[in-house]
């Protein structure tokens, strides 16, 4: 199998899904010409012309309304934010329009389109580049969030959102888009929405993350295998709506010990719905106060304090070796 990176298995992705459908179109600010600013649709432009992927206006609500249109007459658009902190001037399309269509039709109509933005820091942006603001989508009823944490999953995940028959929003993390390389095999491969993953196996702690965190996270529980011998079993979620459940409260019915992270801001952020669905389904299996390594409740800094903000693996592991010692 080839080695690529997330930027290249979600342009195979977007390829072979335009290929094999040709209701597919990709929409958004820079897609066609230049190839999207992260270069994700880099030469689409080429292969499928200019009727199926279209520069648009700098305007992302009519970007997302005109995508709302598409899907009700029939087509599968993908549309870009070039940034997910760009896609507010969209939200009331999305919240709506996009979520409520198949309940204000009562069944009639449906929207099968995908967001596709890029989130979270770690690159060293400027304002309104590096917010990982999933909560407020996977808040929203009648949308799908997803978020995957590696070029496998990515390219998998991307083919399913495209396929789905609701609307997708699918956050990219900026700094894993060429952080590295992983097999993905040149034939179909589909990973259903709404089901979570066993990264790392494990039977002392159980580790909750999802995106950009699943890679300090794993370099965290090598490291606190090494020094204190506890193995950390690592779920990481990939879709944050609908939530899958069953993997993250199984295990920390047998470790007894539970930890979220995720570079959202605390409070209200995804971790809380997590730490809730364990209180309700595991409580009496749990031998420590559930942990959270979170970004901080704050606007993410500029990138001269960045790195303090975003969870890394050091404090994931302090976290670890605290809640091993409860």
């Given amino acids: 199998m080839p080695k690529l990176t997330m930027v290249q298995a979600l342009n195979l992705a977007l390829q072979q899904e335009m290929a094999a459908d040709d209701r597919v179109v990709l929409l958004g600010e820079d897609v066609g010409v230049d190839g999207g600013v992260f270069r994700v649709t880099d030469g689409l432009y080429e292969a499928f012309g200019a009727e199926r992927v279209l520069d648009t206006p700098l305007a992302e609500s009519g970007i997302v309304g005109m995508s709302i249109g598409m899907a009700v007459y029939g087509l599968r658009p993908v549309c870009e934010m070039q940034f997910s902190g760009f ?49 407020y989508y996977a808040h929203t009823p009648g949308l799908k969030m997803v978020i995957p944490s590696g070029p496998r999953n990515a390219r998998a995940l991307l083919v399913a959102a495209i ?9 990219e993390s900026k700094a894993l888009y060429r952080a590295y390389r992983e097999e993905v095999p040149d034939k179909e491969e589909v990973l259903p929405i709404g089901t979570s993953q066993i990264t790392r196996e494990g039977s002392d702690l159980t580790i909750v993350t999802y995106g950009a965190m ?48 995720h570079e959202a801001p ?12 364990l209180v309700e389904k595991a409580f009496y299996y749990l031998e420590a106060p559930i942990a959270r390594v979170t970004g901080y ?30």
């Fill in 87 to 135: 896609s507010y001037q969209a939200f009331h399309q999305l919240e709506n329009h996009a979520a409520r269509m198949r309940w204000r039709s009562q069944g009639h109509f449906h929207v099968p389109m995908v967001l596709r933005a890029p989130y979270g820091g770690g690159v060293r942006a400027l304002e309104h580049h590096s917010e990982s603001r999933e909560a």
């Fill in 163 to 171: 396929r789905d028959p609701d609307p997708v929003i699918f956050f």
């Fill in 214 to 261: 699943l890679r300090p996270v794993m370099a965290a529980a090598e490291e606190l295998q090494q020094q204190t011998g506890a193995a950390a079993e690592v779920i990481d979620l990939q879709t944050i709506a609908p939530l899958d459940d069953t993997l993250f409260v199984a295990s920390a019915r047998r470790t007894g010990r539970a930890m979220i992270v």
């Fill in 266 to 277: 605390r409070s209200f952020g995804p971790g809380a719905e997590v730490v809730t669905r």
């Fill in 297 to 326: 409740d704050i606007v993410i800094p500029l990138f001269a304090r960045e790195k303090s903000y975003l969870p890394n693996a050091d404090r994931v592991l302090r976290a670890a070796r605290r809640l091993i010692a409860a």
